[in-house]
T-cell receptor, first 111, second 112 residues
Framework: QKEVEQNSGPLSVPEGAIASLNCTYS??????FFWYRQYSGKSPELIMS????GDKEDGRFTAQLNKASQYVSLLIRDSQPSDSATYLC???????????FGKGMKLTVNP | NAGVTQTPKFRILKIGQSMTLQCTQD?????MYWYRQDPGMGLKLIYY???????DKGEVPNGYNVSRSTTEDFPLRLELAAPSQTSVYFC???????????FGPGTRLTVT
């Protein structure tokens, strides 16, 4: 079973700060990378997807992928209390149709 | 579109009982998945399907069975429920197998 590792957290940041979430993966042939946000008691919802090396920006969110280092990250700029949730990193396994999820990082944004 | 729907939302089972968790999607997606999520943990793949009539095991299939007779439906069967199956179960689908997965609202199951 290929591994996806996230810092266990939790992470607490003040409102307006940058939150940085990190993820490493073991399968070198992975091609698709996803960040999901999960509010307590709810289902995961997609925040960002990234498929090639570099940065991808969407509003306050930036995903960064470095395939050589097997590392993917999510930056949240101008963090808001509504960003408080658990963030799950997911990586497709060996180019297959299956995703492997990390354990998640709980983020709290303090007003 | 309703997306991915799951029933029931909550269920309490006694040890040894059986039940079926229902999952339906109306997006004509070929790929469907069942996950379980234990407290403080990520999602573990139980079973998945790449199309009607085709299913395969995931990481944690023991104690579960699935079927996929139509594109829309992917029920998960628990036989002889055990306390270790207490969890939140999520169904998901996607069109190509390599894109974003769309999740249902989940079923919270307690086995006592």
């Amino acid at each position: 079973q290929k591994e996806v590792e996230q810092n266990s957290g939790p992470l607490s940041v003040p409102e307006g700060a940058i939150a940085s979430l990190n993820c490493t993966y073991s399968d070198r042939v992975s091609q698709s990378f996803f960040w999901y946000r999960q509010y307590s008691g709810k289902s995961p919802e997609l925040i960002m997807s990234i498929y090639s090396n570099g940065d991808k920006e969407d509003g306050r969110f930036t995903a960064q992928l470095n395939k050589a280092s097997q590392y993917v990250s999510l930056l949240i700029r101008d963090s808001q209390p509504s960003d408080s949730a658990t963030y799950l990193c997911a990586v497709n396994q060996g180019g297959s149709e299956k995703l492997v999820f990390g354990k998640g990082m709980k983020l709290t944004v303090n007003p | 579109n309703a997306g991915v729907t799951q029933t029931p939302k909550f269920r309490i089972l006694k040890i040894g009982q059986s039940m079926t968790l229902q999952c339906t999607q109306d997006m004509n997606h070929n790929y469907m998945y069942w996950y379980r999520q234990d407290p403080g943990m990520g999602l573990k793949l139980i079973y998945y399907s790449v199309g009607a009539g085709i299913t395969d095991k995931g990481e944690v299939p023991n104690g579960y069975n699935v079927s996929r007779s139509t594109t829309e439906d992917f029920p998960l069967r628990l036989e002889l429920a055990a306390p270790s199956q207490t969890s939140v179960y999520f169904c998901a689908s996607n069109p190509t197998g390599r894109d974003e997965q769309y999740f249902g609202p989940g079923t919270r199951l307690t086995v006592t």
